[in-house]
């Protein structure tokens, strides 16, 4: 009789609703997320508590508690996770926000989240926003995988690698106003609710996002498509690192 393999486990932290998280599920892995906020749409395991807090947990406490979908709680340690994904707050970094961010303070969490993350000796990613100080080890864009968003975003990975897409052109421009002009274009502006920005089905749409309605937690995501990319090769590389020890 053969064997199933079963699926590595992946920590998420700083989740949001999970746009990270399902891209990751449909790479092969068991996701668990982790954030300072409720994520009622989560849709996998999940720990509300602050992400340096847990990350504390697992190095130097044990582990961690996590409550799966199904209300069924499970003590977690390091030993049970086979890497870790993290979105540390962009507010500081995105430029799209900087103009109403002025004169408000937010915490850059990048540091140290990159500094405990190099403490678990697993393989790590850090994702981030342009503008974010991590290495630009991939830039992913929704044009590379025929997304309604362009969505730049920055991959710091560390203990694997994965092969850069080629840029595609934009397609366009993102449809709008700008100032006080309307634009036809083949992209929607996924974030504040001016600006004929879209309807959230529209969102939806673009970021390939189905499970939550709530366009708080749509605009503040990444297109699960993007860590489908970054798992696949997390994944290969999981298998052959396996192969490599047996």
């Known amino acids: 009789m053969t064997s199933v393999a079963r699926r590595p486990r992946l920590l998420d932290l700083y989740c949001g609703a999970g746009g990270a998280g399902v891209g990751f599920d449909r790479a092969g892995f068991d996701v668990v997320g982790v954030d300072i906020a409720p994520q009622p749409d989560y849709p996998f395991g999940f720990h509300q508590q602050d992400a340096l807090f847990v990350l504390h947990c697992l190095l130097h406490n044990g582990g961690s508690t996590f409550t799966h979908p199904d209300g069924r709680a499970e003590f977690l340690t390091l030993s049970d996770f086979?890497?870790?994904?993290?979105?540390?707050?962009?507010?500081?970094?995105?430029?799209?926000?900087?103009?109403?961010?002025?004169?408000?303070?937010?915490?850059?969490?990048?540091?140290?989240?990159?500094?405990?993350?190099?403490?678990?000796?697993?393989?790590?990613?850090?994702?981030?926003?342009?503008?974010?100080?991590?290495?630009?080890?991939?830039?992913?864009?929704?044009?590379?995988?025929?997304?309604?968003?362009?969505?730049?975003?920055?991959?710091?990975?560390?203990?694997?690698?994965?092969?850069?897409?080629?840029?595609r052109k934009h397609r366009g421009r993102v449809a709008g106003y700008r100032h006080g002009q309307w634009y036809e274009g083949p992209y929607v502006a996924v974030y504040g609710d001016g600006g004929g920005k879209g309807t959230v089905p529209e969102w939806q749409t673009a970021m390939g996002i189905d499970w939550t309605d709530d366009r708080k937690s749509i605009a503040e995501a990444i297109p699960p498509a993007y860590s489908l990319f970054v798992g696949l090769h997390l994944r290969a590389h999981l298998l052959t690192a396996g192969r490599a020890a047996a």
């Open 82 to 167: 086979a890497a870790v994904h993290a979105s540390p707050p962009c507010q500081a970094s995105c430029m799209l926000t900087k103009g109403t961010n002025r004169g408000r303070e937010y915490l850059n969490l990048i540091p140290q989240t990159r500094e405990a993350l190099a403490a678990l000796n697993l393989p790590t990613v850090i994702e981030n926003v342009q503008g974010a100080d991590i290495r630009r080890d991939l830039t992913l864009c929704g044009e590379m995988f025929g997304l309604g968003v362009i969505r730049h975003r920055y991959f710091e990975l560390s203990g694997f690698l994965a092969p850069q897409p080629k840029h």
